[in-house]
């Protein structure tokens, strides 16, 4: 991948697997705020409003780059985002004890795949 201000072009699958990224970047806060007792507790804490800032910083980060086609800025948005999912998953196993299997199914479908097909789809370009 070349670092240059060379416009991407979005195809179908590309459009979904950018969904399939960003849409928690908005539900996650928009669930933090509605229902605190999902992260544990029964207000929003600094914990849970570092986590809403992160999330929607990082979507709008997304939205931008979408906007403006830089395949450079998408290349590196993705990778930030894997790089948290790879640090997320283990820290909600260890603070909500779900069923480690569903865990892992789901993270990977839904976060490691999605990822892994934009950074090879974006490397291409």
Do not use: H, Q
């Amino acid at each position: 991948m070349g670092f240059s201000n060379k416009k991407i072009t979005f195809t179908w699958w590309f459009v979904i697997i950018l969904f399939m990224l960003i849409w928690p970047m908005f539900v996650g806060p928009y669930i933090a705020l509605n229902n605190p007792t999902f992260f544990v507790g029964s207000e929003v804490t600094l914990s849970s409003s570092l986590y809403i800032a992160r999330n929607l910083a990082v979507g709008l980060a997304f939205l931008v780059a979408i906007f403006m086609r830089n395949a450079s800025m998408l290349f590196i948005l993705i990778l930030v985002r894997l790089i948290t999912d790879l640090i997320d998953a283990p820290v909600f196993f260890s603070f909500k004890d779900p069923n480690l299997i569903g865990l892992i199914i789901i993270f990977t479908i839904c976060c490691y795949l999605p990822a892994i097909l934009g950074l090879r789809y974006l490397w291409k370009k």
